[in-house]
Each structure stands twice: as C-alpha cells, then as structure tokens.
C-alpha cells in the first residue's frame, strides 16, 4: 500500500505551518526506520493539480492546522465533496477527492489531520502549545501508519 502525507500550511505565519512541521517531523522516522511505502509532499495550499497527484497513491492523509477545533488535534476519514469557492486558497482536501473521482474515476482512502494552533503572526515562531500538539499528533499517526507498513 502506497502512502502519501501531504501537509500544508504557511510556516511564515507561526501555528499555520504545522502541517508542515508534521510532514517534516514523520519525514525523519520514516527515514530512520527505512520505510519504503510512505511518501510526503507539502505546500503554502491545496491545488488543483494536488487531484492528479493523489492518483499515485493508496491512502492520503492530508495534515494542517486549525484555530477551530477543541481538541489537540482531529483524525477522521473524509469523502469527495464538491464545492464552489472564489479563489483556490479556500480549496479543501475534500475538494481535491471529488475532483479525483469526477476527473480520473477514482477515490484513494483519505483522512485529514488538524492540528490545533493558537496564533497566526507573520515572522513568530509557532507557540509552545502548537508544538506539544503537533508532538503528540505526530505519535498518533505513527501507531495508525504501522497497520499499513
């Protein structure tokens, strides 16, 4: 089963880039021990092109961070959603699996990580409480991943 973790955030605006944080956190374990079948990749945004992607792979977790989530951070399954937005900035990972099935006929497993961050200023380091979440996150995800590895 090929694996791909795609976080996505803006690591110049403090909490908001720990989805890329976590894709690099998991990067160094997945290195360390040797695993062949998981894959990364992270960005400032979804993208369109991000549906064509997905194709490659079996299961997608997709990783970012929320101010709007009680706990520390949230794991669920999601499903293809067809949604009309403005502008790609407000693209979902929802979006990206309805254009995978509307575009190519198929849907990978997919999940969403949200990590939950407390501040988004431009040029500050993420806060203390953003990185115990994203710890903690981090080692949920490798205990779900060692099912598959």
């Given at each position: 089963?090929?694996?791909?973790?795609?976080?996505?955030?803006?690591?110049?605006?403090?909490?908001?880039?720990?989805?890329?944080?976590?894709?690099?956190?998991?990067?160094?374990?997945?290195?360390?021990?040797?695993?062949?079948?998981?894959?990364?990749?992270?960005?400032?945004?979804?993208?369109?092109?991000?549906?064509?992607?997905?194709?490659?792979?079996?299961?997608?977790i997709f990783?970012?961070?929320?101010?709007?989530?009680?706990?520390?951070?949230?794991?669920?399954?999601?499903?293809?959603?067809?949604?009309?937005?403005?502008?790609?900035?407000?693209?979902?990972?929802?979006?990206?699996?309805?254009?995978?099935?509307?575009?190519?006929?198929?849907?990978?497993?997919?999940?969403?990580?949200?990590?939950?961050?407390?501040?988004?200023?431009?040029?500050?380091?993420?806060?203390?409480?953003?990185?115990?979440?994203?710890?903690?996150?981090?080692?949920?995800?490798k205990n779900?991943?060692?099912?598959?590895?």
């Open positions: 089963m090929k694996i791909f973790i795609y976080g996505y955030g803006n690591p110049g605006r403090q909490d908001d880039g720990l989805g890329i944080l976590f894709v690099d956190k998991l990067y160094i374990w997945v290195k360390k021990n040797n695993i062949k079948n998981i894959f990364f990749d992270s960005n400032y945004q979804l993208n369109i092109e991000d549906s064509f992607e997905i194709l490659k792979y079996d299961l997608i990783v970012d961070a929320s101010k709007n989530i009680k706990n520390r951070y949230v794991f669920s399954k999601i499903s293809p959603e067809e949604t009309i937005t403005y502008t790609s900035h407000s693209m979902l990972p929802e979006n990206i699996l309805f254009l995978t099935k509307k575009l190519y006929n198929k849907v990978p497993e997919a999940y969403l990580l949200t990590i939950k961050g407390y501040r988004w200023e431009v040029n500050k380091k993420p806060t203390k409480k953003a990185i115990k979440n994203l710890m903690l996150s981090v080692k949920y995800i779900f991943l060692k099912k598959f590895i």
